[in-house]
């Protein structure tokens, strides 16, 4: 299957600063990126949809303004966590389709954030 | 897209077949079933999907009734590795562009 990357895998950071997350498709043109989060003992939401080149569209109730997601180019996307609190330590993970995979979302292993 | 229904665990004996039902009774015409396991602090990984026949890959085999609202999925021969929390979903194919709506899921745990 199709190789998605993240950087960092896990990260620790204080509140009140800043994280940036990659998500990197490795082997294909990704044209539309994916981010979700997951909360301990919870199910995957979706937080926002990103084609390369334009703005990320956010789901209901996820601040645009705190998660920033720039997506572009076909290989990147990055989710900057903005102003960070302890109520956004979370497990963040990518997703990618385009090209030939564009039937199909292939996910990264997931950035543990913790706010302290 | 149409909502599942899962049960929230299962366990199965290693080197048994491991069989997970899903209830999709509001699937539309167009909606396939979809099936991803998550292994513990990692990200989802895609098994199968089909729309009506049944359908087998290295993985897994996938069986959806003939009504089309219900399925289960099946590993033939469970490992330890196997142990994950299989989400069922059900989405329009082609939907490469649309993000993923991921229900609780049955977290299958396969006993030595």
């Known amino acids: 299957g199709a190789v998605v990357s993240q950087h960092p895998s896990w990260v620790i950071c204080k509140s009140g600063t800043s994280v940036k997350i990659e998500c990197r498709s490795l082997?294909?043109?990704?044209?539309?990126m994916f981010w979700y989060r997951q909360f301990p003992k919870q199910s995957l939401m979706l937080m926002a949809t990103s084609n390369e080149g334009s703005k990320a569209t956010y789901e209901q109730g996820v601040e645009k303004d705190k998660f920033l997601i720039n997506h572009a180019s076909l290989t990147l996307s990055t989710l900057t966590v903005t102003s960070a609190h302890p109520e956004d330590s979370s497990f963040y993970i990518c997703s990618a389709a385009g090209g030939a995979r564009a039937y199909e979302q292939y996910f990264g292993p997931g950035t543990r954030l913790t706010v302290t | 897209d149409a909502k599942t229904t899962q049960p929230p665990s299962m366990d199965c004996a290693e080197g048994r077949a491991a069989n997970l039902p899903c209830n999709h009774s509001t699937i539309s015409g167009n909606e396939y079933v979809y099936w991803y396991r998550q292994i513990h602090s990692q990200g989802p990984q895609y098994i199968i999907h089909?729309?009506?026949n049944n359908e087998t890959n290295e993985m897994a085999s996938l069986i959806i009734t003939e009504d089309r609202k219900s399925s289960t999925l099946i590993l033939p021969h469970a490992t330890l590795r196997d142990t994950a929390v299989y989400y069922c979903i059900v989405r329009v194919a082609g939907g490469g562009a649309d993000g993923l709506t991921f229900g609780k899921g049955t977290h299958l745990i396969i006993q030595p």
């Open positions: 082997d294909f043109q990704a044209t539309t």
């Open positions: 089909g729309l009506k």
